[in-house]
């Protein structure tokens, strides 16, 4: 089955500095790769995802690269904010299998002010 | 609103009782997964159901069981035979095939006295 790796899993940066989260993934089947954000005593929020048509995609100061030889993905957060301090989350799934999404181990983000 | 719904937040469980956690979701998502997770870990699939009447386990079922009689609503209980029940539960929703992305609710803390 499916084995998601997550590094590291603490990081912190200076605020306005950028943040990089890195993640591997054993199933060469997989081809949906979302990021989720949780903050403390809530659920994780989708905030990003990418496919595997795709080799990287941006959302203002978040972005997502894929290289699938490889197998391995990663978060970018640029310009990082104190309201970035969260636990992230990479996950991999099979597109139109049984709806298995498997997670990594989470990387806790602190920002220094 | 659309969203999921987890209740209740906190519960108190007795050794040797089983408790129901309820998830509900109005965003007419097929799929819908049971996620448990320790602290400062990441999340571990429990049981996962594409359709109505169909569900299937995940990497740690063992002590759990859930149902699926309603597209809407996928409610796990955690049964005297789960040895370590205390944790925090996440339930998610996704369009089949996962591709969509998850939406987590809020989490139950579940916690054995």
């Known amino acids: 089955g499916e084995n998601v790796e997550q590094h590291p899993s603490t990081l912190s940066v200076q605020e306005g500095d950028s943040a990089v989260i890195k993640c591997t993934y054993s199933?060469?089947?997989?081809?949906?790769f979302p990021w989720y954000k949780q903050e403390l005593g809530k659920g994780p929020q989708l905030i990003i995802d990418?496919?595997?048509?795709?080799g990287e995609k941006k959302d203002q100061r978040i972005a997502v690269t894929l290289n699938k030889t490889a197998k391995h993905f990663s978060l970018h957060i640029t310009e990082t904010q104190p309201e970035d301090s969260a636990v992230y989350f990479c996950?991999?799934?099979?597109?139109?299998?049984?709806?298995?999404?498997?997670f990594g181990s989470g990387t806790r983000l602190s920002i220094r002010p | 609103d659309g969203g999921i719904t987890q209740s209740p937040k906190y519960l108190f469980r007795k050794e040797g009782q089983n408790v129901t956690l309820s998830c509900e979701q109005n965003?007419?998502?097929?799929?819908m997964y049971w996620y448990r997770q320790d602290p400062g870990q990441g999340l571990r699939l429990i049981y996962y159901?594409?359709?109505?009447?169909?569900?299937q386990k995940g990497d740690i079922a063992e002590g759990y069981s859930v149902s699926r009689e309603k597209k809407e609503s996928f409610p796990l209980t955690v049964t005297s035979a789960q040895k370590n029940p205390t944790a925090f539960y996440l339930c998610?929703?996704?369009?089949?095939?996962?591709?969509?992305?998850?939406?987590f609710g809020q989490g139950t803390r579940l916690t054995v006295v």
């Open positions: 998610a929703s996704s369009l089949t095939g996962a591709e969509q992305g998850a939406f």
């Open positions: 199933d060469s089947a997989s081809n949906y």
């Open positions: 990418i496919r595997s048509n795709v």
């Open positions: 996950a991999a799934s099979l597109y139109s299998s049984a709806s298995k999404i498997i």
């Open positions: 965003l007419n998502h097929d799929a």
């Open positions: 159901s594409q359709i109505v009447n169909d569900f």
